[in-house]
C-alpha cells in the first residue's frame, strides 16, 4: 500500500541551512578577501583622509558671510568648523569606496568562473545576494567605525549613546550602499562599464547628500535634488549622532526612517535582479 510522506521539521532546517550557510559562507569569502589586500585598506582609510584634511582646510573659508540673517550666520558657523561639518560626508565617503570596490569583485567572480560555480550549486539565489552585500556592508562599517577615532580631530566630543548612534547609522548606511552597488554591479561583465556607471550614479549621490555643502546654499532645482536624494538624509542623521547639540535640516526620526527605507529599498531590487529569470549573469 502507498504511503503519504508528510514534511518533517527537518525539511524546514535544511531550507534554512540552505540559505544562512552559503551566505555565512560568501561573507567570510568577502572579509578574508578584503584583508588579504593591505593595499586596498590601506587605500580605503587614506584615501578619504586626504580629501577630509585638504578639503577641510581648503574650503573652509569659501563659506562667507553674507548680508545677515539666518544663512549668514550658518555660513560663518560653516566656515569657522568646516572640518567638523565634512566629517560625516568623509565618513560616507569611505562607505561608498568600500561598498564601491567590494561589488567591483562581483565582476571579477563572474569573469573568473567562480560566480558560475555558485549558481551551479543547489543553493538559492537569495543567498548570494545576503552573503555578499552582508560582506561587503560589514567591510564598509568597519572602516567607518575606524574612522570615528578622528572625530576628536574634527571637534567632535561626543559622548557614548552618541557614538553608538553613528556607529548603527553607518552600518545602515554600508547595508544600502552596498545593496545598491550589488544592483549595479550584478549585470555587468566588465569593470569599465561599472566605473561609468558609478561616475554616473554613486559619485553625484554623494556629491549632492550635503556632505560638501549644506542644501540652504544652493540653488532652487538642486536643492530639491539634494532633498529628493536618500543619503542626505544618512548624512543628516549621522549629523545627529556626531552633533547632537547641533540643529540639522531634518528631524531625528524622519532621516532614520528615510534611511532604514533606503535599505529596503537598495535590497530589495538587489534580490529582484538575481532573481530575475530573463537575467543570464554568467555569459
Not at 568597519?142 to 553608538?164: D, E, M, R, T, Y
Not at 560638501?212 to 538624509?233: D, E
Amino acid at each position: 500500500m502507498a504511503t503519504l510522506t508528510l514534511p518533517t521539521p527537518m525539511s524546514a532546517n535544511a531550507a534554512s541551512s540552505n540559505l544562512w550557510i552559503p551566505a555565512y559562507s560568501l561573507w567570510r569569502r568577502e572579509l578574508v578577501r578584503f584583508y588579504r589586500q593591505k593595499a586596498r585598506v590601506v587605500g580605503v582609510i587614506a584615501s578619504p583622509l586626504l580629501f577630509w584634511l585638504v578639503l577641510g582646510s581648503g574650503f573652509a573659508h569659501t563659506f562667507h558671510p553674507s548680508a545677515g540673517g539666518a544663512a549668514s550666520a550658518s555660513n560663518q558657523s560653516i566656515s569657522a568648523h568646516y572640518g567638523g561639518y565634512f566629517f560625516p560626508g568623509a565618513i560616507v565617503m569611505i562607505v561608498l569606496f568600500t561598498a564601491i570596490f567590494s561589488m567591483m569583485s562581483l565582476i571579477q567572480d563572474r569573469n573568473e568562473g567562480f560566480l558560475l560555480s555558485v549558481l551551479a550549486a543547489p543553493i538559492r539565489r537569495s543567498a548570494i545576494v545576503l552573503g555578499k552585500v552582508l560582506g561587503g556592508a560589514t567591510l564598509a562599517a568597519i572602516q567607518g567605525w575606524i574612522f570615528l577615532v578622528f572625530a576628536p580631530l574634527a571637534g567632535v566630543h561626543v559622548g557614548a549613546a552618541g557614538i553608538l548612534y553613528s556607529m548603527g547609522i553607518i552600518a545602515l548606511a554600508s547595508f544600502a550602499l552596498t545593496a545598491l552597488g550589488f544592483a549595479i554591479a550584478w549585470p555587468m561583465d566588465s569593470t569599465q562599464a561599472f566605473h561609468a556607471v558609478i561616475n554616473l550614479i554613486l559619485i553625484p549621490l554623494w556629491l549632492l547628500s550635503g556632505s560638501m555643502f549644506p542644501a540652504s546654499g544652493a540653488s532652487g532645482w538642486l536643492r530639491l535634488v539634494m532633498r529628493l536624494n536618500p543619503l542626505t538624509y544618512t548624512v543628516d542623521a549621522l549629523r545627529n549622532g556626531l552633533f547632537p547639540a547641533q540643529a540639522t535640516d531634518f528631524s531625528p526620526a524622519t532621516n532614520l526612517i528615510v534611511t532604514l527605507g533606503f535599505c529596503a529599498v537598495a535590497f530589495a531590487a538587489s534580490w529582484a535582479i538575481v532573481n530575475r529569470r530573463t537575467n543570464k549573469p554568467a555569459a
